[in-house]
């Protein structure tokens, strides 16, 4: 049986299915096709930990634990108690969400609190969780010309690299600006897809623009799109 945290996901996600009219058959057989990982989400799935110096260059590090100590080193977080991911390092789908409104938040795990639950009800509608899935968002704000932005790019691009996800979804305007190099706002880029291009040397990565969990909180009446958006990203993986 679930344990008490997943009935409540489970509780939430049927309530987010129920409030967009979801008539489809959703069990976990026809979810199989998804990918889903067996192995359990493990917090300490990174590879070696190795010690990074202030001067080493971004693009040797191959692994989440350096990545971490060297946003240290540049004091792009504040602590080592800063999460600034969730999920699986091993995750075919990443989502990279815009960053937290309130500067005091910046130090918290990508989604928290409601919008952590909307999220996790949103991805266990179409068979995706915490094992499966690769969770990060923003610290700089491109609309502010934040002097870090371009760090910003390359450290997003960073862990796109480590993780292969096979499908992005950006939720927010910034988050979409900053990968796709658009200006657009996110009712133009929403449900729109792009080639996300990381390296010279790699294939694009699939990436879709969807409403922040944030702004479908306030916005209920967005859910029917926002689920219209889910159902392209599951039928991405048929």
Not at 75 to 96: C, Q, R
């Amino acid at each position: 049986m679930p344990n008490n945290a997943d009935n409540s996901i489970y509780s939430e996600a049927i309530r987010w299915l129920y409030d967009i009219g979801c008539d489809e058959p959703l069990s976990f057989d026809k979810r199989s096709f998804h990918g889903l990982i067996s192995r359990p989400f493990n917090s300490n799935d990174e590879l070696s930990d190795r010690v990074i110096s202030e001067n080493i260059n971004l693009e040797n590090i191959n692994n989440i634990n350096s990545l971490k100590k060297f946003l240290l080193s540049k004091n792009f977080i504040s602590d080592s108690n800063t999460i600034f991911y969730e999920g699986s390092t091993k995750a075919d789908l990443m989502v990279i969400g815009d960053k937290p409104e309130d500067i005091i938040l910046k130090n918290t795990k990508p989604f928290h609190g409601e919008l952590e639950k909307l999220l996790d009800a949103m991805l266990k509608a179409i068979g995706f969780d915490k094992s499966n899935t690769y969770y990060t968002n923003l610290r700089c704000n491109p609309s502010k010309l934040d002097t870090n932005i371009d760090l910003e790019l390359e450290i997003i691009k960073k862990q796109i690299f480590i993780v292969k996800p096979k499908i992005i979804i950006m939720f927010g305007a910034e988050a979409t600006k900053l990968l796709t190099n658009t200006e657009d706002s996110i009712f133009k880029s929403r449900g729109r897809w792009y080639d996300i291009k990381i390296d010279d040397n790699l294939e694009p990565i699939l990436g879709i623009s969807m409403f922040h969990p944030r702004y479908i909180l306030v916005h209920p009446e967005s859910k029917k799109e926002t689920w219209k958006d889910l159902k392209e990203v599951r039928s991405k993986f048929t």
